[in-house]
């Protein structure tokens, strides 16, 4: 294996990084991928995971882009209940309708780390972790650390942000960007840095909520510096709980 890699460096070859999707959850999730502007989407876009089922898929170690899982979708509409890319199993470079948990890479990024994180900055649907596969915990839990959180924030969701399903129950859980797209919830314009964008003046605050119970997840736009984890491996699990 040592000596393939430097083969492959001199070569110019570009290294490889492998994602493993674990479901862990109780019902099939589709999954989506969407790349940067640029760069390809991996699996053109989305593949099917049933409960208990593990895929993997590899990438260049310079991609950079976003996984999220899909509910309550339909084999035959190919509509999903949450997460839906347009009613199609492989999304093909369309981006997850809100609200919905974001998994984000970007690799071999400033000084060489791998950056990666749980968004629910455009709100949530389903729990979702990132963590590296051969590399433990480092100096600080942010250092190869697990990213995300376990917790179903479905059934607590504030009533106002509660996103309900075909069949009526709740399906997901909008983020106030996402629900009110006002400038003091998205963080923009005269609410556009880390000291005018203060949740605690939120009337409906869903950055609290979210991080109150998944701690190890962006819960806003400025929420970097308790969200953000870097490592350098060559494989990170992805798991939906």
């Known amino acids: 294996m040592f000596k393939f890699a430097v083969v492959a460096v001199l070569l110019g070859v570009a290294q490889c990084k492998e994602f493993i999707f674990v479901n862990q959850h109780s019902d099939t999730i589709w999954v989506g991928t969407l790349g940067n502007a640029g760069l390809a989407a991996p699996s053109n876009g989305g593949f099917s995971l049933a409960a208990g089922e593990q895929k993997s898929i590899s990438t260049d170690d310079s991609w950079?882009?976003?996984?999220?899982?899909?509910?309550?979708?339909?084999?035959?509409?190919?509509?999903?209940?949450?997460?839906?890319?347009?009613?199609?199993?492989?999304?093909?470079?369309?981006?997850?309708?809100?609200?919905?948990?974001?998994?984000?890479?970007?690799?071999?990024?400033?000084?060489?780390?791998?950056?990666?994180?749980?968004?629910?900055?455009?709100?949530?649907?389903?729990?979702?972790?990132?963590?590296?596969?051969?590399?433990?915990?480092?100096?600080?839990?942010?250092?190869?650390?697990?990213?995300?959180?376990?917790?179903?924030?479905?059934?607590?969701?504030?009533?106002?942000?509660k996103v309900y399903g075909s069949s009526g129950s709740v399906v997901a859980c909008s983020s106030s960007c996402t629900k009110y797209a006002t400038d003091q919830y998205c963080c923009r314009n005269a609410y556009g840095t880390p000291a005018t964008c203060n949740i605690n003046d939120w009337a409906v605050n869903s950055a609290s909520y979210f991080k109150a119970n998944c701690p190890g997840a962006y819960s806003y736009a400025y929420d970097d510096t308790t969200s953000t984890y870097t490592c350098t491996d060559s494989a990170y699990r992805i798991t939906f709980h």
Request: charged share 15%; hydrophobic share 30%.
């Open 64 to 161: 950079a882009g976003r996984f999220w899982g899909r509910t309550g979708c339909n084999s035959g509409t190919q509509h999903c209940d949450s997460g839906d890319c347009g009613n199609k199993l492989e999304c093909a470079g369309a981006g997850g309708i809100p609200p919905v948990t974001l998994i984000e890479f970007t690799l071999n990024g400033w000084q060489g780390l791998d950056y990666y994180d749980v968004s629910l900055v455009d709100g949530f649907n389903v729990a979702a972790q990132a963590q590296p596969v051969n590399k433990g915990v480092g100096s600080s839990q942010y250092d190869c650390g697990t990213a995300g959180c376990t917790a179903n924030l479905d059934p607590g969701c504030p009533e106002q942000l």
